[in-house]
């Protein structure tokens, strides 16, 4: 065959696709396989160990191992035990070493000399012993006790393990004495779990059987590119496009768009009507699972539009209350109405509900952040996870599942240790504002059981007196947090701030000390679990490297370090609880080094699988302590399917409720402590739903701040595939293959815009401007791209940081952003039934105007 210059391009973009699909139909392998270092043979005998750990770039949080040569991290490639990753990272993993060894990670601890704080203020750093940063902080904790206010010790985190963060974001506040402790996760993903909780009863992130789906349905997400389960996506792609529909529904063109039967440029904030007209289509049309749902006592369909149905003339199986929930909401949900509301044609409608109706129990509604991090969130995700319950693709083959997981063993109790001053403490009002009367914060459906995270900074500003002493580790709130600005102003307030990070950020600019922590995929030690394809996991960290700068795993090392500083200063049931308590599986000693509590913490949470008292299902057994560090990693059975059929649903009805009886007892409940009704709720909450419909998926319109006269365009925000949990801008790699992003480009910022809007108010690819909201400005570039719908404008989450390295920043000395960061325009507002904080759907407006 002769090479032509067509042939050549062909070929490589076959590579190219290989690379997002996992393989190509035409080749026996695939053809990535001898492509890809981390599957191919070494050119040359490559001298080191192959180390097993944990990535963490993301939520999936992926077993690995990396390739240690002369102490040194040289290359990163999925575990190949993993039936989760198949073996594979996806480009997150094979940045760790980089991110590892950025020369502008914090090197010592340091503390500050300038007393003033604010943004662009240099808080003058100087160098210090760990002996000094420590004694400081317990010097100014045991301040609080003896003034008789441990409560005004507040502990924030960022990213932490699944199992040594107990150690610190458990144990500390507990023994301590505070109520204020609040991990990020509502500005993560919280609304999403609202959907499956309040339906099915179960608040967390969801697996899916790829290998069997027939139905992809990516919706508010891109699986190819970030939302979880990445490399396993990759893996499964491929065959699901071939033998079934892929559908996108997101209103800019993603990865999993572009190569997607079906791409869905919905209205932002709208995905509530879309779920409810293909509800409708799924009803009408008779595709609903008969034997999941149930069915009419004569076998007739009665669902005919606007017409209502008596709820005797259906017999359920699984499910309950889907002809209130019919009667109430979906009765009038036509394809007509909803192509008015979300911008999507009725003909696409149709088809898509047919596609997903012929799919069936194998169609997996994927929802991801997209749908549900809004104001009126939590009704977007039921109504988008009802369509898994219609077609009864709850724990089916080829559906929707729950997730799975391995037994770890338990810490031992800290009861004992926690003296009357600590209870007392502990009782204390927190500064997030759950459980108010207009912030619900329903986790797990009680009333006051979820984090508010964002709203921390809102409660330090109404009250600075109520923190003196404020720790928090892996975090930047102040630029990963909407209404950013609101940071900014209550950090300047904190008097004592100390912040545990690998890096200096806009957040660390703040802070009284500075403690550098490790790098935990290769330089610290702690257990993950997960799950993914079926299959819990546990996964190793461990001190794969030699550590090249003064740094401490923050969890566990500096908890020892400052329980000993605290003990010497009078206050000993940290150090007691620590020093006495945890005790080697493996030899049965007491841990005498900080080093030596780590490793025994990361032995007690995994001594279950690698010493258990009975066999495990799942992989072949693991022979010690020593096996277990080789392997790295441990997975159970495959998942069981319709583990929640049959009644065993953890919801009030112990069914898959359509009629939320759980969220209705929920909002009873809240609606109960502050004497008024679930209507009243609603309002204050700023829901629009009232009676019934209150406790069912339904639409709620978009709740937009900004006039469409005054801010033309609704801002989209978005995630890269590049970013390591928002933590890789100062690496090069990063800003080279930013361009890998569908519409952005490399080591630059750009808001996308479609040319149509470009036209009309005479913008062009390359202009400086401005985008403006009600909340601030940010700057950029402008680039015209066909991938965002008319009338809104995408930029992607990460560049715009002004103190995060000298990669990430324009100029680091002068605290000038590269680009812009979107969580300064984006307004401060919240889903309340969850407590999430609202940064997609479509709610906040703005206006772009050249520089």
């Given at each position: 065959m002769k090479l032509t210059r067509r042939i050549f391009i062909m070929a490589s973009g076959i590579s190219a696709g290989s690379l997002i699909t996992g393989r190509v139909g035409m080749a026996a392998q695939p053809i990535h396989s001898a492509l890809i270092p981390r599957k191919a043979k070494p050119s040359s005998p490559a001298v080191g160990t192959w180390v097993a750990s944990t990535c963490q770039g993301c939520t999936q949080w992926c077993a690995v191992q990396i390739l240690v040569q002369n102490g040194r991290a040289t290359r990163v490639r999925g575990n190949p035990l993993s039936k989760t990753n198949h073996g594979y990272v996806c480009p997150r993993g094979h940045m760790i070493p980089q991110q590892m060894y950025d020369p502008d990670r914090i090197k010592t601890p340091m503390k500050r000399t300038n007393p003033l704080k604010g943004r662009g203020i240099d808080p003058k750093f100087v160098p210090i012993s760990w002996d000094e940063a420590l004694d400081t902080v317990a010097e100014k904790m045991m301040e609080l006790r003896r003034a008789g206010e441990p409560g005004k010790l507040m502990y924030m985190r960022g990213r932490y393990s699944s199992t040594s963060t107990s150690l610190l974001y458990g144990t500390l506040p507990k023994v301590w004495g505070t109520a204020n402790y609040f991990s990020h996760s509502s500005i993560c993903a919280e609304a999403e779990k609202m959907g499956p909780g309040l339906t099915q009863g179960f608040f967390g992130y969801r697996d899916y059987d790829l290998g069997n789906t027939n139905c992809l349905v990516a919706w508010g997400c891109d699986p190819l590119s970030s939302n979880r389960m990445v490399p396993n996506t990759m893996n499964h792609f491929a065959d699901i496009v071939k033998r079934g529909t892929v559908i996108a529904i997101d209103p800019r063109m993603s990865t999993i768009a572009a190569k997607a039967h079906e791409w869905l440029p919905i209205n932002p904030g709208t995905d509530g009507a879309l779920a409810g007209a293909v509800a409708h289509v799924l009803l009408t049309e008779g595709m609903w699972s008969r034997e999941f749902v149930g069915d009419f006592v004569n076998g007739k369909n009665l669902f005919v539009a606007g017409q209502t149905i008596d709820e005797a003339a259906f017999v359920e199986k699984e499910t309950n209350g889907v002809i209130k929930w019919w009667n109430l909401e979906l009765k009038d949900r036509t394809p007509a109405w909803a192509a008015k509301e979300t911008l999507i044609p009725v003909e696409q409608i149709l088809r898509v509900a047919r596609a997903m109706g012929k799919a069936g129990s194998k169609t997996a509604v994927w929802m991801g952040p997209g749908v549900a991090m809004n104001p009126r969130g939590t009704y977007t995700a039921m109504a988008v996870h009802a369509l898994n319950g219609l077609l009864g693709s709850i724990d089916a083959e080829g559906g929707v599942w729950q997730s799975s997981s391995?037994?770890?063993?338990?810490?031992?109790?800290?009861?004992?240790?926690?003296?009357?001053?600590?209870?007392?403490?502990?009782?204390?009002?927190?500064?997030?504002?759950?459980?108010?009367?207009?912030?619900?914060?329903?986790?797990?459906?009680?009333?006051?059981?979820?984090?508010?995270?964002?709203?921390?900074?809102?409660?330090?500003?109404?009250?600075?007196?109520?923190?003196?002493?404020?720790?928090?580790?892996?975090?930047?709130?102040?630029?990963?947090?909407?209404?950013?600005?609101?940071?900014?102003?209550?950090?300047?307030?904190?008097?004592?701030?100390?912040?545990?990070?690998?890096?200096?950020?806009?957040?660390?600019?703040?802070?009284?000390?500075?403690?550098?922590?490790?790098?935990?995929?290769?330089?610290?030690?702690?257990?993950?679990?997960?799950?993914?394809?079926?299959?819990?996991?546990?996964?190793?960290?461990?001190?794969?490297?030699?550590?090249?700068?003064?740094?401490?795993?923050?969890?566990?090392?500096?908890?020892?370090?400052?329980?000993?500083?605290?003990?010497?200063?009078?206050?000993?049931?940290?150090?007691?609880?620590?020093?006495?308590?945890?005790?080697?599986?493996?030899?049965?000693?007491?841990?005498?080094?900080?080093?030596?509590?780590?490793?025994?913490?990361?032995?007690?949470?995994?001594?279950?699988?690698?010493?258990?008292?009975?066999?495990?299902?799942?992989?072949?057994?693991?022979?010690?302590?020593?096996?277990?560090?080789?392997?790295?990693?441990?997975?159970?059975?495959?998942?069981?399917?319709?583990?929640?059929?049959?009644?065993?649903?953890?919801?009030?009805?112990?069914?898959?409720?359509?009629?939320?009886?759980?969220?209705?007892?929920?909002?009873?409940?809240?609606?109960?402590?502050?004497?008024?009704?679930?209507?009243?709720?609603?309002?204050?909450?700023?829901?629009?739903?009232?009676?019934?419909?209150?406790?069912?998926?339904?639409?709620?319109?978009?709740?937009?701040?900004?006039?469409?006269?005054?801010?033309?365009?609704?801002?989209?925000?978005?995630?890269?595939?590049?970013?390591?949990?928002?933590?890789?801008?100062?690496?090069?790699?990063?800003?080279?293959?930013?361009?890998?992003?569908?519409?952005?480009?490399?080591?630059?910022?750009?808001?996308?815009?479609?040319?149509?809007?470009?036209?009309?108010?005479?913008?062009?690819?390359?202009?400086?401007?401005?985008?403006?909201?009600?909340?601030?400005?940010?700057?950029?570039?402008?680039?015209?791209?066909?991938?965002?719908?008319?009338?809104?404008?995408?930029?992607?989450?990460?560049?715009?940081?002004?103190?995060?390295?000298?990669?990430?920043?324009?100029?680091?000395?002068?605290?000038?952003?590269?680009?812009?960061?979107?969580?300064?325009?984006?307004?401060?507002?919240?889903?309340?039934?969850?407590?999430?904080?609202?940064?997609?759907g479509g709610f906040t407006g703005v206006r772009i105007q050249k520089a």
């Open positions: 391995v037994p770890l063993g338990k810490f031992p109790s800290a009861d004992k240790y926690v003296d009357d001053v600590a209870k007392a403490a502990g009782k204390g009002k927190k500064l997030d504002g759950r459980g108010a009367k207009d912030m619900p914060a329903m986790m797990n459906a009680k009333p006051g059981s979820g984090v508010v995270t964002n709203n921390v900074a809102n409660g330090l500003l109404k009250d600075p007196g109520a923190v003196k002493v404020f720790i928090s580790s892996w975090s930047n709130f102040n630029f990963s947090c909407t209404g950013a600005g609101r940071w900014d102003e209550a950090m300047a307030k904190v008097p004592f701030f100390v912040h545990m990070v690998p890096n200096v950020s806009e957040m660390t600019q703040f802070a009284d000390i500075v403690l550098p922590s490790t790098f935990n995929s290769a330089e610290g030690w702690s257990i993950i679990t997960n799950a993914g394809n079926g299959h819990g996991y546990a996964s190793i960290q461990q001190a794969a490297v030699k550590r090249l700068w003064d740094v401490k795993q923050e969890e566990t090392e500096v908890m020892w370090l400052l329980a000993e500083k605290l003990k010497a200063k009078g206050f000993a049931n940290l150090f007691d609880y620590y020093s006495k308590e945890f005790i080697d599986p493996e030899t049965g000693k007491l841990p005498t080094t900080a080093m030596e509590f780590s490793e025994i913490a990361a032995k007690i949470s995994s001594a279950t699988l690698w010493m258990p008292k009975e066999p495990l299902k799942g992989d072949p057994a693991i022979n010690g302590w020593a096996d277990f560090k080789a392997k790295g990693m441990f997975s159970g059975p495959k998942y069981t399917l319709k583990k929640g059929w049959g009644g065993k649903f953890a919801t009030e009805t112990k069914k898959f409720e359509f009629y939320s009886e759980t969220l209705k007892k929920g909002l009873l409940e809240h609606a109960k402590k502050y004497e008024t009704t679930t209507d009243d709720i609603m309002t204050v909450s700023g829901y629009t739903a009232r009676g019934d419909v209150a406790f069912m998926p339904h639409y709620e319109p978009v709740k937009r701040h900004g006039s469409v006269a005054d801010y033309p365009f609704t801002f989209i925000d978005y995630k890269s595939r590049l970013n390591r949990e928002g933590r890789s801008a100062n690496i090069t790699w990063y800003q080279e293959f930013k361009k890998v992003d569908p519409g952005d480009v490399s080591w630059g910022d750009v808001v996308k815009m479609n040319p149509l809007d470009g036209a009309k108010f005479g913008l062009k690819s390359g202009d400086n401007v401005t985008i403006t909201s009600m909340a601030g400005t940010i700057s950029c570039q402008l680039k015209l791209w066909e991938g965002v719908r008319p009338g809104t404008v995408a930029k992607c989450f990460g560049q715009g940081h002004w103190a995060y390295g000298r990669v990430a920043t324009k100029d680091f000395a002068k605290a000038i952003p590269l680009g812009g960061n979107n969580n300064e325009i984006l307004v401060d507002d919240y889903d309340r039934l969850s407590g999430a904080t609202a940064r997609n």
